[in-house]
């Protein structure tokens, strides 16, 4: 098992940028697909970025073009840049596996973007 701890969230204003970060911690991390994912208030989780060991990234329709996806293996760390955010981005963010079996969930970190 892995265990996650997600940082970086926060307050910003539509336009804004946060660059998001998720260390991991317990087991083998590096031949995993990574991935972040949301929830936001009323809502199913949604994968919204993917990165492979190797480098490779794939992104929701929603976020293509705003977010990146990167990791460090050695640091055992993901991170999501994401510019250009939006109200509708508002949500609580969450890394893990992006194929299933998922590990344990952390406890994610909160954007919220708002004027």
């Known amino acids: 098992q892995v265990q996650f701890v997600e940082s970086g969230g926060g307050l910003v204003q539509p336009g804004g940028s946060l660059r998001l970060s998720c260390a991991a911690s317990g087991s083998i991390f590096s031949p995993y697909t990574m991935g972040w994912y949301r929830q936001a208030p009323g809502k199913q989780r949604e994968l919204v970025a993917a990165?492979?060991?190797?480098?490779?990234?794939n992104y929701a329709d929603s976020v293509k073009g705003r977010f990146t996806i990167s990791r460090d293996n050695h640091k055992k760390t993901v991170y999501l840049q994401m510019n250009s955010l939006k109200a509708e981005d508002t949500a609580v963010y969450y890394c893990?596996?992006?194929?299933?079996?998922?590990?344990?969930w952390g406890q994610g970190t909160q954007v919220t973007v708002s004027s």
């Open positions: 893990n596996k992006a194929t299933s079996p998922i590990w344990a």
């Open positions: 990165i492979t060991s190797g480098g490779s990234t």
